[in-house]
């Protein structure tokens, strides 16, 4: 081996004294010259993350197995963002907005997420055809937003529309009977009043008022334009794309195959190359065969290959989605999801009971439900002996709001819905309807109240008094259990609560909430109450376990209840498709009166449409 060495550096010197010789007589050029005479520089490759905002985005783990790769959740969506943040081969993001249908907590999610990749150096490009106020709203938070001459942006301010049903209900003979403690729970008033009540349009104004300011501020900040410049392009609007580019409103007039050239303009020779579908999962599609057979059953009955069981920390995310309901929580394949308690109940004790998970965040976007249901859930997280945070989603009232006083920290979004402590309770009387029609009934009974939970008749004199004293009994038992988690004196607390709902930037000063801020910050509070370090291998454990596509269609099979009513939620489903509006109005409806049977609601005016 030493004798093989020698030979290799003589020769080494041998030829190194050859090409010195060589370059000395003119024979070659210097390495530059024949590299510059052979061969052409390597052209500039840039990589750029395309990400597609569409869908809806609902709160935690959708459906797996085929829809999976339809209805991609917030998380994942947020997740793409990120990864690109983080990825090196990642030059910048192309953002392509496409009419998210989006509320103001989740939009302030993507807007940290565009900023997470701003502050890694890397440049975000916004694209839409067309734009509403909050697709814009997303988009003034990147680098560049580019609109074809064709397009039209849409920011008209902020403007909510409630829809009452009482006329209609006069004209079918049916009459909504509908009990509430405290002057704004204002979530039955669609049906038994006309009109808003000064109490209910009180508590919108004030709502809006402070979505408007957000609105002027986050496309001031994003665009670089002065609160008034923002307040009169809103006053003026519609605008086209060339009159939003006077404005500020946008950089560039383009379409979107003029996007790569934009993309390499301070790199002319560059190559610019678009990764579409960054960042999303791929879905085995192959179903030839035996193997393909079971792998489609297996992905309809959501079975995923079972990860082995990490020891390392964990932070548990538990997402509290949909209306409260009693029993398992329910989900179709619009996204549209309620939220059962024994579903949450046995993920709170999951999360509990497992020693790898050092803390829990509630992730909350629910406008309340049952009563009981809301009690159960908060018994469950106060029995818990981990940190807990709770991050409010789009909204966050009524019993929405009563979970997420189980939390040692309450994060909300700026534009969060949240608050509206009261109780409602009451039913759907459909007496007058049947005898329109011809239908009689015919009553037996023993018990002065024993009417109170009927759908046909109306409540008594007597029936309508007990049920207000428990309205009233469950509405002290909220704002006590409210005034010891905020550590507020009762008096105060219930001067704010009453039933009237705020925005998450009002919360925070009146102290219904602890911080503003995203899920990522929510977790982020939760590592520091566990004294998990950055150093610590932390993972997330996100429960509950997302519904299969087979439960979906036809509930869990446990239950004729449950199945009846997934297959209810898939007749207002296919009425969505038709009018989203009314499809909402009749389900909410239909909810309450199905909840009328507990004759306790805690729910918040959720039929308000803020545009």
């Known amino acids: 081996m030493p004798s093989l060495v020698r030979f290799r550096a003589v020769s080494f010197r041998v030829i190194s004294a050859g090409l010195s010789l060589a370059l000395a007589l003119g024979l070659i050029g210097p390495t530059s010259q024949i590299q510059a005479q052979d061969e052409k520089p390597a052209a500039t490759v840039t990589t750029w993350a395309h990400i597609e905002l569409k869908g809806s985005y609902a709160e935690g783990p959708q459906m797996m197995g085929l829809f999976g790769e339809v209805s991609e959740s917030l998380a994942e969506a947020i997740g793409r963002l990120d990864k690109a943040a983080k990825d090196d081969a990642v030059t910048g993001v192309v953002l392509k907005i496409d009419g998210p249908n989006i509320g103001r907590g989740k939009l302030n999610e993507f807007r940290q997420a565009i900023s997470r990749v701003k502050a890694k150096g890397k440049k975000v490009v916004a694209y839409l055809d067309s734009a509403e106020s909050g697709d814009y709203l997303v988009a003034a938070g990147c680098d560049e937003v580019v609109m074809p001459e064709s397009g039209v942006l849409m920011l008209l301010g902020v403007r909510s529309e409630v829809s009452f049903y009482k006329h209609l209900f006069d004209f079918l003979g049916v009459k909504a009977e509908m009990l509430r403690v405290g002057e704004y729970k204002s979530a039955a008033e669609p049906y038994s009043r006309s009109e808003m009540s000064k109490e209910f349009r009180e508590e919108l104004e004030q709502v809006l008022g402070d979505f408007y300011d957000q609105m002027v501020e986050q496309v001031a900040t994003g665009r670089g334009l002065t609160k008034e410049k923002v307040q009169a392009a809103i006053d003026n609007g519609p605008h086209t794309a060339a009159a939003a580019k006077e404005l500020g409103l946008i950089t560039r007039v383009a379409y979107e195959d003029e996007l790569t050239g934009i993309l390499k303009s301070n790199k002319p020779d560059a190559t610019v190359k678009l990764a579409k579908r960054y960042g999303k999962k791929k879905i085995d599609t192959d179903f030839s065969g035996l193997t ?56 709170i004790e999951k999360a509990s009971s497992d020693a790898t998970v050092k803390a829990i965040v509630l992730r909350v976007d629910s406008p309340g439900g049952s009563a009981l249901a809301s009690d159960l859930i908060w018994r469950a997280l106060e029995k818990v002996e981990k940190p807990i945070v709770a991050s409010m989603g789009d909204v966050a009232g009524s019993g929405g709001y009563y979970i997420a006083m189980g939390a040692d920290k309450i994060f909300a979004e700026p534009g969060t819905i949240t608050g509206s402590i009261g109780v409602v309770g009451g039913k759907i009387a459909l007496e007058g309807l049947f005898n329109k029609i011809g239908i009689t009934t015919s009553v037996v009974a023993r018990g002065k109240n024993s009417g109170i939970l009927s759908t046909s008749s109306g409540f008594t004199d007597s029936e309508r008094e007990a049920m207000t004293k428990l309205l009233l009994d469950i509405y002290k038992q909220f704002t006590e259990k409210a005034a010891k988690g905020r550590k507020m004196e009762y008096a105060k607390l219930e001067k704010l609560a009453r039933g009237r709902i705020y925005s998450g930037a009002t919360a925070l000063k ?84 199905r909840l009328a049977r507990e004759s306790r609601l805690m729910l918040m005016p959720f039929t308000i449409r803020i545009r």
């Open 292 to 347: 393909g057979m079971i792998n489609m059953m297996n992905l309809m009955m959501g079975l995923e290959p079972q990860a082995r069981g990490s020891k390392n920390p964990k932070i548990a995310v538990i997402h509290a989605t949909g209306m409260i309901m009693p029993g398992a929580s329910t989900s179709d394949f619009l996204g549209d999801s309620t939220l059962g308690s024994d579903t949450l109940v046995k993920a």
């Open 510 to 593: 009146l102290g219904l909430i602890d911080k503003l801020g995203t899920l990522e910050d929510a977790v982020e509070h939760a590592m520091q109450l566990a004294k998990l370090g950055p150093d610590d291998k932390v993972e997330r454990l996100i429960l509950p376990k997302p519904t299969s596509p087979l439960e979906s269609l036809f509930g869990p099979l446990n239950t004729d209840e449950q199945t009846r009513v997934s297959a209810d939620a898939a007749m207002f489903s296919a009425l969505k498709a038709i009018s989203p509006d009314l499809a909402d109005d009749l389900r909410n409806a239909w909810q309450i009166n």
